[in-house]
């Protein structure tokens, strides 16, 4: 599948979609079931209300990081997406700040988004990493254009390989937004910020960062990685109990093992 254009996002939400920490956007025009397109980071500010005010607490340190790299130029395209659903906006205050709190907007910045733009659309995009990211010269006019279709020079051939969030949990956000409930775990969006915080200086901490993601359904699940010099303690049951080879390779087997596993668990033995 080819396609030459673009929408033109904040560069925080397009993180946000391809974190898999938000699945909605604010698009200027309606979009049709299906339709799909690169998404644009654009460099573009809060206009007169702050970044602060704008993106929730948990997400400010990434949407800093977004911006600042949304200056480089060219510009990498990681991503792209396809329309779900896309319906009218909740007008009611109580409604949006439901909403707000299923996403990386504050209740202000969400209501001062729709209002400096008259924006009246909801959309839910289902989000794909690219197994090729590509570079393109900065467009001139992308902050100008947020929400709106941007032409491309060239185009790209993209597949639906590699999703940001699997069927489940995008139909279980999906859900949740389109019934404004709220948000099952929020005390640990706040403790995952932490963390996030902490792998700049202690990189095992990406680790917990990536099982909270997980439990939190911002990423699917990934199989565990074992390291290498541990990879032997899973064989110890396989030993114990396989039914191939004679009684003494068995034991012998089964005793090497043993072996190591008191040696590391700190056992002296000759």
Known sequence: MFFKQALSLPAPEVSALTQGRMIVILPSLFLGTGQSFFLYPAETSGGDISLEKIYRSSFLPDAKIALNQAQNNPVLIKSWAKCELCHRLY??????????????????????????????NLAYLRVYKLPEPFEIQAIA???????????????????????????????????????????????????????????????????????????????????????????????????????????YEKGTAFEKIVHQSLNFLGFELD
């Open 141 to 247: 006019e992308s902050s100008a254009k947020i929400g709106k279709f941007l032409g491309l020079s060239i185009s790209a051939n993209v597949s639906e390989s590699i999703p940001i969030l699997d069927d489940i949990t995008f139909a279980k956000r999906q859900s949740l937004i389109k019934n404004l409930e709220p948000p099952e775990h929020p005390e640990l969006e706040e403790l995952e910020t932490a963390i996030a915080q902490l792998t700049l200086t202690y990189p095992d901490a990406k680790f917990l960062k990536d099982k909270i993601q997980t439990f939190l359904g911002w990423q699917p699940a990934k199989p565990d990685q074992i390291p290498e010099n541990l990879k032997w303690i899973y064989t110890i049951n396989q030993l114990g109990t396989t039914a191939e080879g004679g009684n």
């Open 91 to 120: 007008d009611h205050p109580e409604l949006l700040e439901k909403l707000a709190q299923l996403t990386i907007w504050t209740g202000e910045g969400l209501r001062a988004k729709i209002e400096e733009k008259n924006l009246k």
